[in-house]
């Protein structure tokens, strides 16, 4: 049986046997390349659920601020989401049944469009891992594998590190040749090509926020954007407003993020925003040997002290 | 309404105003029409100054004081007062520190200098638009101690404390109170020896009704503030009804089980069932359950069956014990650095080689003319093991060892003339009352001093005799010398019920491990801590002498502040605003003090959000560093007081 | 000793003043049934399950190390068949700990 009529097999028995209000899954509308989140409450719905590689959000940004009691179907990446959130206080562990699904990686649709030179698909077609676009002028055959968005080139996490339903086995390990290999190459390079790299890619934003409410772990009531009182950052496009946001948010992720790329897969303007979360990601475990959401009850590096912390940053 | 501000400049007899331009200053502030009255002086801290500043505030109808001077630091509790003289919340005061930050540091800059001034002053104007008129917080403060740890300094503590009339726990963790000074045979630089004046004072504790003695207790838990501190502590189990024993010793012959004796640092060996210590106090037997051969099932229980007055009870279990303390004492000592770590000293290795405790325990028991072991003619100790060694980490000088290697060496010289003992160190410190002289003294009876480090000890595997190798640094001399034993002058170092305590009040610990004193010139025996204080080795390495005076000193400022009845807490402290925290309680993981508690706060939505208390919160800020969507601030230095002194700037 | 590697390294120096009772073990190793009470209950560890079968086709216990026996019996307590005792030597020998 494949993992989506298992999926709905399980949708259709929580919401039967009334063990959870709604299912949050994902459903396909017919969109190319694309899934939307779906909320589904009446058991007979479950068929709408569809698992594929275009299962891109991620859901646990549906979970916070909640009182029912939800299933919720998650990635990997996703279950460490839902474990930084159970962490902080935003989700009770047993209000959330979680669907566990292992996963072999989710296209990023504009590294499709930039392959296609931006030509416009009217229609896609999975099959066993090849995708069939077409356009009005062209038709394509591409692999699955060749599309994969870049969190999850680099993935350590494909199976679920909590849930209470695994669809499907454990998938192996990812073989990750150089998970920092991007990074390690700014790293490397000089103030000024760094400066000059972040000015490109954060001059692209235009305060949509769409990467902050993609994004899990921005649950808070108030952004420190919209705040003014006192204002802490410009709203404006400007560079040196747009840079201060994307530092602050990045910061605010430390020892938190779990690296699901949701933050610029929405993204509008191609931003590099993973290049600030991953970097930060990469200190956190080399200096603390953290990573986040792979434990229940486990403190943010952050917001405890050891005596044998690195304290190098002394002079 | 808006405010009435009154601006001092002031001129520091000079200090200031030699390099700022006080003229400048004072003109730049003028023109807001919050500013009433801008006025410079010679010394506004003077009591002209002062008066100055009282008339002003009921002349002119000030509602806040700008006071462009020196460090807050220096005289800003002089101010305060005035305010508070004046009817005025001494907090919203503000101090331009145009001194220390200014024209002192400035003094070639004068120009430049008067620009900072100028700026400093409007930031605290700025400020003080923005100031609350906070109230001290009031806490009523009864009079119970808690002190833990029952070493000299605890012993000392208590009983000043109870005799003074206060209600004290003292909680000691081990069977018996008396700590270290318990196992030493006599004591630099007079050699009384330590039982016999120590035990009197062991012997008051339980007999003082102000004090509950817990021994065999460990502190479980302390939440809290002065005045309102919940102590947790779990009591073992001890089988024996000290009432009923008799000392009889018969349970010692009957049980079986014989494991290594703590009091004796391993040297002997006691039973399951044992008498801690001969001074021990409270003196009643004990039965170890670690080591005896079982309780549940009952494996042997031979014990009981000689124990005529029926003393032993297998039937009892640990306890929990909840009580309410005003101030606490934390006296939980030190331990001695493990010198196994020290490879080439063969500590653990060679039977002859013992650390300075084990020799303590051995001159003790020659002492009483039972010697445990020949320990042979030519003895040796090495100094500073583990002290002043950044090999390992510990680089402070443990204070006592010259001391009581020099008093080790008298003792042994005396005990049995013919000997030849070597003291090999690194520098000699005799810098307390009596130790020079004493120094002197044990050089004339024929202790030789040999400066230098011993670079390693070997065994010849028959005769167990050791060949140390040392360079003396004086001669400049390579010695091989064989010696019948070597004793090894063990540093003093942080041990791991102070860590547990430390962790428990969130009290912070210095560069050497040993617990951090509040000012260690002005406030050598308080923390940071409202109502904790520090007695003894806790603080760090110190002699008997020393650990007393410390007792009697944390006793005092136990005493000063519980005599007042009540407690005023600062009222600068952290607010959540309720409406943006979203309770991810990443502010209650970081505060050191424990102020913050993510509660329920709606019961009807389920909402969660930080709650402050604020007699425990210290007003540090943290938290609000923290706080990713800026609910958590503080009240008196607000994020909005700050930003607008930077755009002032 | 117990707490060897521990803070107590060294054998104590009046050790061999101390007397404990020798215990001696007698086990019927055809009436086991391989319960293994006395193993695991033995507050000294002394024994262990032997390689051999007995005639019920059980493995009986065998002493691992009878100087730490001090015959404290239990063995002979917990026993559901009756297979296992101890008897204190009287031997004036001292011995370790
Ligand atoms: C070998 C040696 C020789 C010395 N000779 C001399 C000398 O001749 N003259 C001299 O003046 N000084 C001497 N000293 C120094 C002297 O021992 C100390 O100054 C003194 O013992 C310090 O007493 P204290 O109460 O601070 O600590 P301790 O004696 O260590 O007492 C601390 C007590 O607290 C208890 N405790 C620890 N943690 C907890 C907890 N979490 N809960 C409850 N209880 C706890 C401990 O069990 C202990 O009883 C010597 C030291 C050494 C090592
Ligand atoms: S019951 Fe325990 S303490 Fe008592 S004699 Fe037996 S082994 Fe010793
Ligand atoms: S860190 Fe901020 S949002 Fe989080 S619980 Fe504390 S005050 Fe609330």
Redesign the interface.
């Known amino acids: 049986m494949d993992l989506q009529t298992k999926l709905r097999q399980e949708a259709r028995k929580l919401l039967e046997e009334k063990l959870v209000d709604v299912v949050i899954g994902y459903e396909d509308e017919g969109a190319p390349l694309r899934t939307t989140p779906c909320f589904i409450t009446d058991p007979q719905d479950v068929d709408r659920l569809v698992w594929n590689p275009f299962c891109d959000h991620n859901l646990a940004r549906y979970l916070t601020a909640r009182k029912d009691k939800a299933a919720v179907v998650a990635k990997g990446c996703d279950t460490r989401a839902i474990v930084v959130l159970i962490n902080e206080n935003q989700i009770e562990r047993k209000n959330v049944n979680i669907l566990g699904m292992p996963c072999g990686g989710i296209v990023d649709r504009k590294k499709i469009y930039n392959h296609l030179k931006n030509g416009d698909v009217r229609e896609a077609v999975l099959k066993d891992k090849v995708i069939t676009v077409k356009g009005l002028e062209f038709t394509a055959d591409l692999m699955v594998d060749d599309f994969l968005a870049d969190c999850c080139l680099s993935c350590r996490h494909r199976n679920p590190v909590l849930c209470d339903v695994q669809i499907g086995e454990n998938l192996p390990p990812l073989d990750v040749k150089d998970e920092y290999k991007k990074i390690k190459q700014l790293e490397e390079s000089t103030s000024e090509e760094r400066w000059e790299y972040f000015r490109k890619t954060l001059s692209k934003c235009i305060r949509c926020y769409a990467c902050r409410e993609a994004c899990p772990l921005c649950y808070c009531q108030q952004c420190f954007t919209d705040q003014n009182f006192p204002a802490w950052v410009g709203k404006t496009t400007d560079i040196s407003d747009t840079i201060v946001f994307h530092i602050m948010r990045a910061f605010h992720t430390t020892g938190r993020c779990v690296d699901c790329g949701a933050c610029e897969r929405s993204c509008p303007n191609n931003v590099d925003i993973r290049m600030l979360t991953k970097k930060i990601a990469k200190d956190v475990k080399e200096l603390f040997g953290d990573e986040a959401g792979l434990q229940l009850e486990e403190k943010a590096p952050l917001s405890f002290y050891n005596e044998d912390d690195p304290q190098d940053f002394i002079k | 309404m808006a405010p009435r501000i009154g601006v001092y400049v002031c001129h520091c007899g000079g200090n200031i105003s030699e390099v700022v331009d006080i003229q400048k200053v004072m003109e730049s502030l003028e023109g807001p029409v919050d500013v009433v009255q801008i006025k410079d002086h010679e010394h506004i801290c003077s009591e002209v100054g002062q008066k100055l500043i009282l008339n002003d505030i009921k002349e002119n109808k000030l509602d806040r004081v700008v006071i462009a001077a020196c460090s807050p630091q220096f005289q800003g509790i002089t101010f305060m007062k005035t305010m508070e003289h004046a009817g005025l919340s001494p907090y919203v005061l503000e101090m331009a520190n145009i001194r220390e930050q200014c024209s002192w540091p400035h003094y070639d800059y004068p120009q430049e200098a008067t620009k900072k001034a100028i700026d400093l002053t409007k930031m605290s104007l700025a400020k003080a638009r923005l100031d609350i008129p906070l109230e001290k917080k009031v806490i009523p403060i009864g009079k119970r101690v808690l002190i833990i740890g029952g070493g000299i300094a605890g012993i000392q503590a208590a009983l000043d404390l109870g005799d003074a009339g206060f209600q004290v726990y003292l909680v000691e963790k081990d069977p018996s109170i008396g700590g270290k000074m318990a196992q030493l045979s006599k004591t630099f630089p007079t050699e009384d020896c330590a039982a016999c004046i120590l035990s009197p004072k062991m012997a008051d504790v339980p007999n003082n009704p102000n004090i509950k003695l817990m021994t065999s207790t460990e502190v479980k838990d302390i939440s809290g503030y002065i005045g309102n501190y919940q102590v947790t502590v779990t009591r073992k189990a001890l089988y024996v009804d000290p009432d009923k024993c008799t000392c009889c010793d018969k349970c010692v012959e009957a049980c ?6 703590e009091y004796d ?5 006691r039973k399951a069932i044992y008498l801690p210590s001969p001074i021990a106090v409270p003196h009643s037997y004990i039965l170890d359950d670690k ?1 005896c ?2 309780l549940f ?1 009952l ?2 229980s ?1 014990c009981k069956e000689v124990c005529e007055p029926n003393a032993i009870d297998y039937d009892v279990y640990p306890t929990e014990e909840k009580f309410t303390v005003d101030t606490i004492i934390v006296a939980t000592g030190f331990d001695i650095y ?1 010198a ?1 770590q020290k490879r080439v000293y063969g500590l ?1 290795k060679y ?1 002859n080689v013992f650390n300075a405790l084990e020799m303590e325990r051995m001159l003790a028991y020659a002492g009483e003319g039972k010697p ?2 020949d320990i042979g003619n030519r003895i040796a100790f090495i100094q500073c093991v583990g002290s002043r060694d950044e090999q390992v980490e510990h680089e402070y000088c443990s204070r006592v060892c010259c001391m009581y290697a020099t008093k080790l060496a008298c003792l042994l010289n005396r005990e049995r003339p013919g000997k030849e003992i070597y003291i090999f160190y690194t520098d000699l410190r005799a810098y307390g009352k009596g130790f020079e002289e004493y120094y002197k003294r044990a050089q004339s009876e024929g202790i030789k001093y040999i400066r230098g480090r011993v670079a390693e000890i070997l065994e010849d595997p028959k005769t167990k005799k050791l060949t140390l190798r040392a360079e003396d640094t004086l001669s400049r001399k390579i010695i091989e010398s064989e010696f019948n034993t070597v004793v090894l002058s063990v540093g003093l170092i942080p041990n791991e019920g102070t860590r547990h305590v430390a962790g428990l009040l969130g009290l912070s610990r210095s560069q050497d491990g040993f617990l951090k004193e509040a000012h260690l010139k002005f406030r050598p025996v308080d923390t940071l801590i409202e109502g904790v204080f520090l007695a003894g080795t806790v603080q760090g390495p110190k002699d008997i002498p020393d650990s007393v005076a410390q007792a009697g000193a944390a006793s005092s400022r136990a005493i000063s502040l519980m005599n007042k009845g009540v407690y005023e807490a600062e009222p600068i402290t952290a607010q959540i605003d309720e ?8 502010c209650a ?2 505060c050191a003090y424990k102020a913050i508690e ?1 509660t329920v706060v709606d019961a009807h939505t ?1 909402k ?1 959000t930080a709650v402050v208390n604020e007699f425990l919160c210290k007003g540090c800020g943290t938290c609000a560093a ?1 706080c ?4 958590a601030d503080v009240i008196g230095v607000s ?2 007081q ?3 002194m930077i755009e002032v700037m | 000793m117990k707490n060897a590697a521990s803070k107590y390294w060294r054998i104590p120096l009046d050790a061999d003043r101390v007397k404990t009772p020798k215990g001696k073990i007698h086990i019927l190793k055809e009436r086991c049934k391989g319960c293994g009470f006395c193993i695991e209950y033995c507050p000294r560890d002394v024994l262990e399950f032997s390689d051999e079968f007995n005639e019920k086709a059980y493995h009986p216990p065998r002493v691992k190390d009878e100087k730490l026996c001090l015959c404290c019996h239990l063995c002979e307590l917990v026993c559901p068949e009756y297979a296992i005792w101890s008897t204190e030597e009287k031997d004036e020998e001292l011995h370790h700990p």
């Open positions: 079986p089980v014989t494991v290594p004796n640092e391993g040297l002997t060996t080591t051969l079982g099932p494996a042997c031979k493990d196994r653990g039977e445990l072991k409406s943006i925290c979203i309770g991810c309680g990443m993981d970081v993510i389920g969660k923290t990713r969507s800026g609910a994020d909005h700050i930003s607008k």
